[in-house]
């Protein structure tokens, strides 16, 4: 890092300051606000909120005073029907205008606003619904029979998309109905700064999904993060690709860019390549944020599609897993546009990225430096904090991090707190520069005849390769090394499954990687398992692989 940018870096850490960041807000964490006012109502003179499109080609466009009227017409229906300020609502509908209704209207009541994502089933929403404890879900035709399967579910409201009807169950609201009749007039409810806003849900990964309370005051992290790192500004025209029923897309594709001011850009479609070049294209996207997996879509659709928006994209981030280097360089090198790593949990927001808005060197392989507002750490098992190139665990200093709003999980207690920090549960490494790169998981680390291997490592090099469209690596029991690295790959159309093509990517992993690191076994399949949101989960990979060991060994879970 050159002396004029760690100046500049260091000025903007040494900037923040909860009092003028807290400035930029109509309310005041202390006195008061109101999340639809910050949202919505303070920027009726901005004109446009939301460009809208879907894959049957249908479109829409509203402004700010548009979205301010009809959060007013929620309100008034929420507040006839019981709900009021602190109750959660539940929204499970796809990226639709009524999505942003729900949304700005729950806040301007006071209330909660609890994302449902769409392709969730009974199970997942009827525990979401029961951690919650909802007064009201609001969904579509097509996802309310899933419902009928969840006991004790709290009252629907049903809408109405474009060109189809209600199918209303007996008892149901008619949300179109409900919002013509109500008023175009709600004063907003004042709520505290640690009042919450949102209810959210953790992956649920490594067990049962756990309540996330967001409180008002994470509406200065969220700015933060839109103005550093994405680097939103006035000419742009922004396009979060992720889905809304999830925290990135919930925090960066609706909340972020409203609280600035700025229009935000929803396609309810399936991701395809040629949708998402022909939306970037046709209207006009400079800023563009998504996950990986999005962006090795494209890349597995070869450079010719990209030809057509070369050069339009100012900015692209990318959240939600490592961002690998192969993608970097395509993107660059495809689209001309540079694509920076960023990182961040549902419990925090993002906090580590490579900051498209604040002069400091991008380091391919690093999630970044820390986000003005916090300060980060890399801690051994024994809670001490850790120098350069030595592994442990990604911490917030909670004393020195004043835009930290995550105190604990809803009605549990929250072990990765304590002595004075969140532990993440991600295992990292701190350079001399203050960089933070991405090993993995705790439990995704790989030890390997004594070598800890970190999977993103090996997944890198696979990716580099001409064949691979995905990969995900674990390490699979060994009785004489512990553990031995296997890769699970996605070809690309046109590449066949072979032992050749196997024994020419552990060649390549050697010889970009390491002698030690490479897949010893390898794997080719159609698809990796995901969650809803499109992490790969390393966990049912490894104990498939568990699973198998036992069998092959004899060894029956309980015998004596």
């Known amino acids: 890092m050159s002396m ?16 003028a960041e807290e400035a930029k807000l109509v309310g005041s964490l202390a006195g008061g606000l109101n999340a639809c006012v910050e949202c919505c109502d303070r920027w009726v003179s901005r004109g446009i909120a939301l460009r809208w499109e879907d894959q049957h080609g249908h479109k829409d466009t ?25 109750d959660v609502v539940a929204c499970m509908l796809p990226r639709v205008p009524d999505l942003m209704t729900v949304a700005l209207g729950t806040w301007r009541a006071g209330a909660v606003y609890q994302p449902l994502f769409t392709a969730f089933g009974p199970k997942a929403i009827e525990h979401r619904l029961k951690t919650s404890n909802a007064k009201l879900v609001v969904t579509d035709p097509a996802n309310r029979p899933k419902l009928d399967e969840v006991p004790d579910a709290p009252p629907v409201a049903v809408t109405t998309p474009i060109g189809g009807s209600a199918e209303k169950r007996p008892g149901d609201l008619d949300f179109a109905a409900e919002l013509a009749a109500a008023s175009p007039v709600f004063e907003p409810v004042t709520r505290k700064g640690d009042d919450l806003f949102l209810l959210m849900s953790t992956s649920g990964t490594t067990g049962l999904p756990k309540g996330v309370p967001v409180p008002l005051k994470a509406l200065v992290s969220f700015r933060t993060y839109m103005t550093d790192a994405v680097d939103l500004r006035e000419g742009d025209t ?25 229009a935000t850009t929803f ?11 022909r939306i970037i294209d046709s209207h006009g996207i400079t800023n563009l944020a998504g996950a990986p997996t999005a962006f090795r879509l494209l890349i597995a659709a070869g450079p010719e599609p990209a030809e057509g928006v070369k050069g339009q994209l100012r900015a692209v981030s990318s959240a939600g897993e490592p961002l690998n280097p192969e993608v970097i360089r395509w993107i660059a090198e495809h689209l001309s546009a540079p694509i920076h790593d960023h990182y961040g949990q549902t419990e925090l927001g993002m906090v580590v990225n490579n900051h498209h808005g604040l002069a400091h060197p991008v380091r391919i392989g690093s999630a970044g430096l820390a986000m ?12 001490r904090e850790l120098g350069p190139h030595e592994p442990g665990t990604l911490a917030i200093d909670i004393e020195r991090s004043p835009a930290l709003w995550f105190t604990g999980y809803l009605n549990q207690a929250t072990p990765a707190i304590g002595g004075g920090y969140y532990r993440t549960g991600d295992t990292v490494e701190l350079e001399e520069t203050g960089h933070i790169s991405f090993v993995g998981r705790n439990d995704d680390v790989i030890t ?10 090996v997944e890198s090099a696979l990716i580099e390769h001409r064949a691979i469209m995905e990969t995900a690596v674990i390490g699979k029991p060994d009785a004489e090394r ?26 390549h992993v050697r010889h970009r990687l390491s002698a030690h690191a490479y897949p010893r076994e390898i794997a080719f399949v159609a698809q990796l398992p995901k969650t809803p949101s499109g992490k790969i989960q390393r966990f049912l990979l490894r104990n498939a692989e568990k699973a198998a060991a036992e069998r092959a060994s004899g060894f029956i879970r309980g015998s004596t």
């Open 4 to 19: 004029a940018e760690k100046v500049a870096y260091a000025e903007a850490l040494a900037g923040f300051r909860m009092e």
């Open 62 to 86: 509203l402004t700010f005073a548009d979205l301010m009227e009809r959060s007013a017409r929620f309100a008034n229906v929420l507040k006839a029907h019981g709900v009021g300020p602190g």
């Open 238 to 262: 922004f396009w979060n690709i992720a889905d809304p029923g999830w925290a990135y897309g919930l925090y960066y594709a609706v909340i972020g860019p409203l609280l600035i001011g700025h």
């Open 267 to 277: 396609y309810d479609g399936g991701f395809t390549a040629e949708s998402t070049y």
């Open 372 to 383: 003005p507002g916090y300060r980060v750490a890399v801690l051994s098992d024994d809670g």
């Open 448 to 457: 390997s005849s004594g070598y800890r291997i970190g999977p993103f490592d």
């Open 482 to 507: 512990t553990e031995i690295v296997k890769a699970y790959v996605v070809l690309k159309p046109g590449f066949t499954a072979s032992e050749e093509l196997a024994e020419e990517l552990r060649l």
